[in-house]
C-alpha cells in the first residue's frame, strides 16, 4: 500500500492499469446500483450502501487513469441524477411530514373533551 499525492492510501497506487480500470468498474457499478436504489425510494438500502462506499474509497488509487475517464464520467452522470432522486425523496418526506402534523392537528381539535371523573352535585333542589 502506498500514500499518494492527496495523502490518501491506495491499494491499487503502483499497481498494474487493469487493477485500477477494475476498480473503477467497481465504483460505476456501485453508483449504478444506489441509483437504482434512489429510484425505487430504498433509503434504508441507500444507507447499507455507505461501508461499499467506504472500501471502494479506501482501496482506490489516488490519481485515476486515462482509461478510467468513460467510467468516471459515466459514474459522475449517474451521481448527478441520483442525487436528484435524493433530493426529490427529500421533498417527498418534507410534504409527507407536513400533512401528517396538520391531520393530527385536525384530528385533536376535532377530538371529544375526555369525561370528567369527579361526579357534580346537582344543587337545585
Excluded: C, F
Excluded at 72 to 82: F, G, K
Aim: no cysteine.
Amino acid at each position: 500500500m502506498s500514500v499518494g499525492q492527496s495523502g490518501r492510501t491506495g491499494a491499487h497506487d503502483g499497481d498494474s492499469a487493469g487493477s485500477a480500470d477494475q476498480h473503477y468498474q467497481e465504483l460505476l457499478a456501485l453508483v449504478e446500483q444506489q441509483l437504482l436504489l434512489a429510484e425505487a425510494g430504498s433509503a434504508d438500502a441507500l444507507v447499507g450502501l455507505a461501508a461499499a462506499w467506504e472500501r471502494i474509497s479506501a482501496l482506490g488509487p489516488v490519481n485515476p487513469t486515462p482509461a478510467a475517464a468513460s467510467a468516471l464520467a459515466r459514474a459522475a452522470l449517474l451521481l448527478r441524477r441520483t442525487s436528484e432522486r435524493i433530493e426529490h425523496m427529500q421533498a417527498s418526506l418534507g410534504e409527507e411530514i407536513t400533512r401528517t402534523a396538520k391531520v393530527a392537528h385536525a384530528a385533536r381539535s376535532y377530538a371529544s373533551p375526555a369525561p370528567s371523573l369527579s361526579r357534580r352535585v346537582d344543587r337545585r333542589a
